[in-house]
């Protein structure tokens, strides 16, 4: 059922580990300006999660990284 949902595709030869995002592109042509610094989503985001742990540990885990 998983295979439905997911396509399965072989890595890419230099498999990125860390994904680097600058925002610059999205604020010069959109004049979009983000909401939160980087520590206060970083701050709210655990907030929300320690709120929510019992629900999303209830979630099912299909998903398995492979570094």
Do not use: C, Q
Not at 23 to 52: C, M, Q
């Amino acid at each position: 059922m998983l295979r439905k949902l997911v396509k399965v595709t072989k890595d890419r030869p230099m498999k990125d580990h860390s994904y680097k995002k600058d925002p610059s592109k999205a604020e010069r042509e959109f004049n979009w300006k983000p909401k939160y610094t980087i520590k206060e989503g970083l701050k709210k985001t655990v907030k929300w999660y320690d709120f929510n742990k019992s629900e999303v540990s209830r979630l099912k885990k299909h998903y398995v990284h492979k570094p």
